[in-house]
């Protein structure tokens, strides 16, 4: 359901729904949205996850049931923890997909040289370029933030190759600040 026009005839207009899969993908991308961001969230698991190998190694040179008496709270705090960040973003975006029932409905988007206009069943929102603070792109979606913590999500699964172009190079032109990655 794509519109055939360009944004170099001034509008680009595309009719899509959003999925749980999206928010997921969102919250990811939100969430790595630093390269040390990326790095941070990859390491603070080996937090619990150190010590608790640590103690099953020694377990395994003493051989001594009371180690393991005196680690399974520690087990457990790592893999509660892992489960935890790791799963995260899932138990986010389910939430937020699930209670927001515009989310639910077919939305249109259209991008053109004064900002982005979305439009659904129940509701609609336009946005002017000097609104946004920055962008960021990832591998599925767009990111506009509109506040250092609160972005609106473009999926770029809705586009053509040649229309994800366009739309980097209108992004690049109307907001002063991409977060790259």
Known sequence: MQDSRSIADARLQVTYQLTQKDFVESLKAYRERSTFRRWLWRLIPAIPLGPAGFGILSYFETSDPQ??????PLIVLAVFWVVLLWGSPWLGARMQFRKQPAAHVPKTI????SGVHWRWEGGSSDIDWKSFLKWQESTTQFLLYTSPLI????PKRIFTEEQISEIRLLLSKNIPVPVIR
């Open 67 to 72: 180690v393991v008496s005196n680690l399974a």
């Open 110 to 113: 259209s991008l053109d040289s």
């Open 151 to 154: 972005f609106n999500m473009i």
